[in-house]
């Protein structure tokens, strides 16, 4: 709706005649002569006043209340206030402006000087409004095509994981229950410990990322990876390598100081290495492995412990909690392990009710 209302707002309706003689021919004039009427113009037709010229003394609320409820109701945001007084007063100024008054004007008035200093603070807000409208509408469609971006990732990284476990003989569903458990661990870590300085976008980046932690297996041979039975010695040195072959294909995709390619290459290399160091590759130890890695380890080892395999039978829900917290499957950190603990409920009915990452999406 267009802005093409002034509201004049004087006690005195001699005042008020004066500035509706100077204004009448370039605009639509409202009137109010106190403060209580002032508000209901303001609500009633809001959307449409240009400018308010307010005096500060009037029966009803003040001037001053009246803006005290413009700012509330964030009127300020698109209707200047010019005050109008009789009287030249520091307080009277500074409280005014204070609460946002674009201009103040003293009477008597000056046709041509009120009327310049008028549209140049139409204009001003006019343009100002334009450029937020338009920001807005700008950032809007950013944020669309980074979520069209968000999807087409997450689709891509979804099928390269995908390629993992169809040579795996497995669903699929590996991938999306470990993000799905990634993300469950995460929510704890960061309510539990700000101190990692985990931000939802960090967040979202690692539950991502996990979905490559075990890319390496696509370069093992298939007599290791599809083997019904336990491995051998040398068979299970072959497989461990799927860590840094992960790696060597991720690095052909390099991209130095991006957050998501970190995060993808230290959970493809560390998630199996384990707090005492006694994992591999590398043998890290403690805090060396990174905080991304170690959740998504944990995400893992539960998921293998309770799923079927080839080689081995799904493992009771509490048996296989029990056998992570027991350091059964390698020491995890006590952070890690607390977090286990909040979320063990909640992997329990996800588990149960075989549910992935893809459910909370929906």
Same mark, same amino acid.
């Given at each position: 709706? *267009?802005?093409? !209302?002034?509201?004049?707002?004087?006690?005195?309706?001699?005042?008020? *005649?004066?500035?509706?003689?100077?204004?009448?021919?370039?605009?639509?004039?409202?009137?109010?002569?106190?403060?209580?009427?002032?508000?209901?113009?303001?609500? *009633?037709?809001?959307?449409?006043?240009?400018?308010?010229?307010?005096?500060?003394?009037?029966?009803?609320?003040?001037?001053?209340?009246?803006?005290?409820?413009?700012?509330?109701?964030?009127?300020?945001?698109?209707?200047?206030? /010019?005050?109008?007084?009789?009287?030249?007063?520091?307080?009277?100024?500074?409280?005014?402006?204070?609460?946002?008054?674009?201009?103040?004007?003293?009477?008597?008035?000056?046709?041509?000087?009120?009327?310049?200093?008028?549209?140049?603070? /139409?204009?001003?807000?006019?343009?100002?409004?334009?450029?937020? @409208?338009?920001?807005?509408?700008?950032?809007?469609?950013?944020?669309?095509?980074?979520?069209?971006?968000?999807?087409?990732?997450?689709?891509?990284? @979804?099928?390269?994981?995908?390629?993992?476990?169809?040579?795996?003989?497995?669903?699929?569903?590996?991938?999306?229950?470990?993000?799905?458990? !990634?993300?469950?661990?995460?929510?704890?870590?960061?309510?539990?410990?700000?101190?990692?300085?985990?931000?939802?976008?960090?967040?979202?980046?690692?539950?991502?990322?996990?979905?490559?932690?075990?890319?390496?297996? /696509?370069?093992?041979?298939?007599? /290791?990876?599809?083997?019904?039975?336990?491995?051998?010695?040398?068979?299970?040195?072959?497989?461990?390598?799927? !860590? !840094?072959?992960?790696?060597?294909?991720?690095?052909?995709?390099?991209?130095?100081?991006?957050?998501?390619?970190?995060?993808?290459?230290?959970?493809?290399?560390?998630?199996?290495?384990?707090?005492?160091?006694?994992?591999?590759?590398?043998?890290?130890?403690?805090?060396?492995?990174?905080?991304?890695?170690? &959740?998504?380890?944990?995400?893992? &080892?539960?998921?293998?412990?309770?799923?079927?395999?080839?080689?081995?039978?799904?493992?009771?829900?509490?048996?296989?909690?029990?056998?992570?917290?027991?350091?059964?499957?390698?020491?995890?950190?006590?952070?890690?392990?607390?977090?286990?603990?909040?979320?063990?409920?909640?992997?329990?009915?996800?588990?149960?009710?075989?549910?992935?990452?893809?459910?909370?999406?929906?």
């Amino acid at each position: 709706m *267009e802005r093409n !209302t002034l509201l004049i707002v004087d006690d005195v309706e001699m005042n008020r *005649e004066m500035l509706r003689f100077i204004f009448e021919d370039k605009f639509d004039i409202l009137e109010a002569g106190d403060g209580d009427t002032t508000l209901r113009l303001i609500e *009633e037709h809001g959307d449409r006043i240009a400018l308010l010229f307010l005096d500060i003394i009037m029966p009803g609320k003040s001037g001053l209340e009246v803006l005290e409820f413009m700012v509330e109701h964030n009127y300020m945001e698109y209707i200047p206030v /010019i005050i109008i007084t009789g009287e030249e007063s520091t307080d009277t100024a500074t409280k005014a402006y204070e609460y946002g008054a674009s201009d103040i004007v003293y009477k008597p008035f000056v046709p041509k000087v009120i009327m310049q200093r008028t549209l140049n603070l /139409i204009e001003l807000f006019s343009n100002r409004i334009d450029i937020e @409208n338009k920001l807005e509408e700008r950032t809007k469609q950013l944020k669309e095509s980074q979520e069209q971006l968000k999807r087409q990732n997450d689709f891509l990284i @979804n099928a390269l994981s995908s390629v993992v476990e169809f040579r795996s003989l497995e669903s699929g569903e590996h991938i999306q229950r470990v993000k799905y458990y !990634t993300w469950m661990l995460l929510k704890y870590l960061v309510a539990s410990y700000p101190e990692y300085g985990l931000t939802k976008d960090a967040v979202d980046l690692i539950v991502s990322a996990s979905a490559l932690h075990d890319l390496g297996k /696509i370069a093992i041979p298939d007599n /290791i990876l599809l083997k019904p039975g336990r491995l051998t010695k040398e068979e299970f040195e072959e497989m461990k390598k799927h !860590t !840094t072959y992960g790696c060597d294909l991720l690095e052909n995709f390099k991209q130095d100081d991006d957050d998501f390619y970190r995060y993808c290459y230290e959970i493809c290399r560390y998630h199996h290495e384990r707090y005492d160091g006694r994992g591999y590759p590398d043998g890290l130890k403690g805090e060396d492995i990174p905080i991304w890695a170690q &959740v998504v380890a944990i995400a893992d &080892v539960y998921d293998a412990l309770v799923s079927k395999r080839v080689y081995k039978a799904a493992y009771a829900l509490d048996e296989a909690a029990q056998m992570i917290l027991n350091g059964e499957c390698g020491v995890f950190s006590p952070v890690i392990l607390d977090c286990f603990q909040q979320a063990k409920e909640e992997f329990f009915q996800a588990t149960k009710m075989k549910l992935s990452f893809a459910d909370i999406q929906k």
